[in-house]
């Protein structure tokens, strides 16, 4: 899919804060707009106090990264920009510059359905300083909310424990695009099929659904429109039995279900959207049972997250499939994913790449300096720690100490030959040309399967999870001790 033809018909280029505008405007003027530089994105803490987390929105950064360009409108938008004294904020011969500006950089990037874990860069960019950095805002906004879904998708579809998730989000998601990029990272997430129309036809995902309140209440009795319903769409009936009262809604259900059966159709099962969904989902289960429906699924949905499907596993609840819809599209309980995107090096007058550190009061917020490569190493199927590395730094080693960035006594030896390696990021861009095919969107939730799969479960649990271990390469480590000491002085 084009997305920024598809949905915002064309070039998104002043998708971006005006500061990297004005910055921009000024490395133009400083002379530096065309100085190497290399940022990385990479976020400092997993959302939902998660173990793990998928990554998700590179489609949307490839795309965005091909259509980059300012078109003639923004142009003489950017021109008409006043300042306090009524000169022009940009003068015209910066606007011609920005009219040539072509996309040039270098892009590496993990995977979407990677599973990812802080500090670890998601996307790292190498180019000129003006375009990388024009490239923040955007990058930041897609991935940010992307893996944000995606991995709270994953929390809800592991909680589920293998019974289908349907995501049912729309009415209540963030505006237009905030719902549809969100139904998309739910199905990578692990969904199984989304009630959003718009992102079934723009991204290829399932559409699914049953039917609403509204069109029991629109008949004189509840079996009169199971019956209408089952006369529509007899092989897709799915009776919200909760209108009135659900047990004698299962009643109705299971008559309507033996119509179907005489016709030789099926009913797919009944959905509860009310009232204590352990109770009611055993009652349907049984009735269902008993009345020969061993196969008609109880589907129940009403503001339900990962945590209410675990309470409801514990009870036994008799749920087979869960419509899952505010909690999962607006990431309720935590709405944004934190991840930054930081100058980690830049070529100086010289040619020679200078790595570069923020000093930050938290050393959480220190970033990582350098053109990093991320490994993750496996053992018997496996993942047991992802490196941070230079790849300058490794030649001739045969193994390494890992060392926690933000606490230094934790640190793990690993010898290479004992462990498969994986390079994480791949490379995207070659001097602004796209080298890589983006995945499929069932291949995206493959990968993010299969590499759940990697992790042990102790990772994958909801509540206070096992941290999993990501070190930088001891040589890494010590270039950015050597860097904070010299930013702060200590070493004069
Ligand atoms: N057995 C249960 N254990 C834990 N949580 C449950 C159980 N049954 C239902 N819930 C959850 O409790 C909440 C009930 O919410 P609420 O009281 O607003 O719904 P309701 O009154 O049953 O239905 P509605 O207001 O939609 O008619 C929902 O989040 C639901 O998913
Ligand atoms: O609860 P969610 O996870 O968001 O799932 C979607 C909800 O949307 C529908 O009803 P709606 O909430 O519009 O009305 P209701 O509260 O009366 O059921 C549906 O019946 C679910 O309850
Ligand atoms: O198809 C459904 O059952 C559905 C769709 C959207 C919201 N709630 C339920
Ligand atoms: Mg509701």
């Known amino acids: 899919m084009k997305i920024t033809k598809d949905l915002y018909q064309g070039s998104l280029a002043l998708l971006t804060d005006f500061y990297q505008l004005t910055m921009a405007y000024a490395y133009w003027k400083s002379g530096k707009a065309e100085q190497e530089a290399v940022f990385n994105l990479f976020f400092r803490k997993h959302p939902f106090q998660s173990g793990f987390t998928i990554a998700a929105g590179l489609e949307y950064v490839v795309d965005f990264c091909n259509n980059f360009y300012f078109k003639d409108d923004d142009l003489s938008y950017l021109g008409q920009m006043k300042n306090a004294d009524g000169s022009p904020v940009f003068e015209s011969t910066f606007l011609a510059y920005l009219k040539s500006l072509n996309f040039t950089c270098d892009i590496d990037a993990v995977e979407e359905g990677t599973v990812v874990f802080p500090h670890t860069p998601l996307i790292s960019v190498k180019g000129p300083l003006i375009q990388c950095q024009l490239l923040e805002t955007a990058l930041l906004n897609i991935i940010n909310f992307q893996t944000l879904i995606a991995t709270k998708s994953a929390r809800v579809v592991l909680a589920a424990k293998g019974d289908s998730v349907l995501e049912f989000g729309l009415r209540r998601a963030q505006g237009i695009d905030g719902a549809l990029a969100a139904s998309r990272a739910s199905y990578i997430g692990g969904c199984a099929a989304t009630s959003n129309v718009m992102a079934g036809k723009l991204f290829g995902i399932p559409v699914s659904g049953t039917h609403a309140h509204s069109w029991i209440m629109s008949f004189d009795s509840e079996l009169e429109a199971f019956k209408a319903y089952a006369d529509a769409f007899p092989e897709k009936c799915v009776f919200l039995v909760d209108t009135y009262d659900t047990v004698a809604g299962i009643k109705n259900a299971i008559e309507v279900g033996k119509i179907l059966r005489e016709k030789g159709k099926e009913m797919l099962g009944v959905r509860i959207d009310s009232g204590d969904l352990a109770y009611f989902s055993n009652i349907a289960r049984e009735m269902l049972d008993e009345a020969g429906f061993q196969d008609a699924q109880v589907v129940a949905s009403n503001d339900l997250d990962e945590h209410i499907i675990t309470s409801l596993k514990i009870q036994e609840a008799s749920v087979s499939v869960w419509g899952v819809g505010t909690k ?109 095919d983006c995945l499929k969107i069932d291949a995206i939730k493959q990968n993010a399967q299969d590499n759940l799969m990697y992790f042990d479960k102790t990772h994958k649990r909801l509540t206070n999870p096992h941290v999993y271990p990501v070190g930088l390469e001891e040589s890494l480590y010590q270039l950015r001790t050597a860097l904070v000491f010299k930013m702060k002085n200590y070493d004069k």
């Open 328 to 436: 999962l599209v607006t990431a309720y309980d935590q709405p944004a994913l934190g991840a930054v995107y930081k100058l980690a090096a830049i070529k100086n007058q010289n040619g020679v790449w200078e790595p570069k550190v923020k000093v930050s009061q938290q050393s959480i917020k220190t970033n990582i300096p350098g053109k990093h490569q991320v490994s993750r190493f496996l053992k018997n199927g496996r993942a047991v720690a992802d490196m941070i590395f230079l790849k300058e730094y490794m030649e001739g080693k045969t193994s390494t100490t890992i060392i926690d960035p933000i606490d230094p006594t934790k640190r793990k030896r690993i010898n290479f030959e004992d462990f498969e390696e994986i390079n994480l990021l791949k490379p995207i861009f070659r001097k602004g040309t796209q080298v890589y």
